[in-house]
């Protein structure tokens, strides 16, 4: 193998202006690599030779140490440059392949980075990153049409007329612009409008029956909570119980045996039970044909068949329809919604407020429903023939079915019973009442 000169290499990379250095060793034989690229400045002790960093003109720097005092030729004849080491580009060769890979993925990563970012900006800059959230998972998992608070308030007429009012809000009436006529109820500012909205949601979002109402679409912006129910044309019960626009015996048979229908598929054919918690007057809407709707879920209980199912973190109803129960903080079933069933029941033979306690000189008597229940018990257990025709609504004048009115009470005074255990399961409140509803109206005189 030819050699060279250290002082020919240095002139080799001066007069190569892609040469930044130089290694040269001198192993018995000196061999030149020149080097156009440099990664670090790390000099193993182990490296036979020494590097030569070209600088520019303008720097001082010290005479190569090689050089001095060593300008012969280490051996004879003509030299063999070797320009670079073949280790040297296969190392560069792998580093700027790695460096590709690395610029690419950087690349990618940003790319994805942006389109997250600007989908996250186009849906949460209305409403912040929360209600955003809320709002995607509740349009993803109902299946109901979200409506805006705009739609709504212009649909109602700047909510213009109520149609009724509890303790989880108002309901009004609306025309949507599709002109079908709706229900809609705002939820109020209370610290359970949140649990409630979500409540129904889940629970009217998972049931369908004819004795159920239908709910169409909800609203959540920022604060607002709003639900859209199907517009029920004859409004609630207690409007045709308790006002001189009284029903008659045929309707309001129908009505207890629809709702008990209602509640019966909640209880019992619901992938879930469902424990409605607030079952009155003011929750039974009645159609065109007088058929029975049960609304308002707000206070309703999902709970998995075979679970506890009784866990309620506060007391849920209406003083007067709520079971003994809740006050004696005792596990809640479906046999809550059965008490409440049989007031409205009793109410509805009666034609009274049953659930009203009797205040007298500021001291609290005898609630009005114990105070019936009594003198309905005596009646019978003194044998009295006229006992239905004593207890009944007077505005019926007589027009009823005897046999009917005597279940209903029956069925009634069992349901309202102070051990949930001997009160009726809903389906086979069902059951008796269907085995009676052919039954003709007759005229049975009062016995006044």
Known sequence: MFKISAEHCRELCLDDCLCQAFSYRLTGTGVCYTKSA??????????????YIKLPASLPASEPTILNGSNAICGSGEPTILVGSPSMYDTVGKRVKWVYLYSFGLAIGVIEIFFIFSGW?????????????EDGYLGISSPFRKFSYAELKKATKNFKTELGRGCSGAVYKGVLADERVVA???????P???????????????????????????????????????????????????TSTFLEWKERFKVALGT????????????????????????????????????????????????????????????????????????????????SYGVVILEMIKGIRLSNWVVEETEEQEAELTKFVRIVKTKIQCGEDSWIEDILDPRLEGQFSRNQAAILVEIGLSCIDDDRNKRPTMDSVVQALQECQDELVTYTPNNL
């Open 121 to 133: 900006w186009f849906l949460f800059r209305r409403h912040g990153v929360s209600a955003a959230l």
């Open 260 to 339: 008990a229908k209602g509640l019966a598929y909640l209880h019992h054919e619901c992938l879930e039970w469902v424990i409605h918690c607030d079952v009155k007057p003011e929750n039974i809407l009645l159609d065109s044909e007088f058929e029975s709707k049960i609304a308002d879920f707000g206070l309703a209980k999902l709970s998995q068949r075979g679970g506890s199912g009784s866990e309620f973190s506060m007391i849920r109803g209406t003083k007067g329809y709520m079971a003994p129960e809740w006050a004696l903080n005792l596990p809640i079933t479906a046999k809550v919604d059965v008490y």
């Open 184 to 190: 809609v109820k705002r939820l109020g500012d209370v």
């Open 38 to 51: 440099l990664f670090n400045g790390y000099k193993s002790l182990a490296f036979p030779g020494s590097i």
């Open 192 to 242: 359970q409008g949140e649990e409630e909205f979500r409540a129904e949601m889940s629970t009217i979002g998972q049931i369908n029956h004819m004795n159920l109402v239908r709910m169409w679409g909800f609203c959540s912006e920022r604060r607002q909570r709003l639900l859209v129910y199907e517009y029920v044309e004859n409004l609630s019960l207690d409007k045709h119980l308790f």
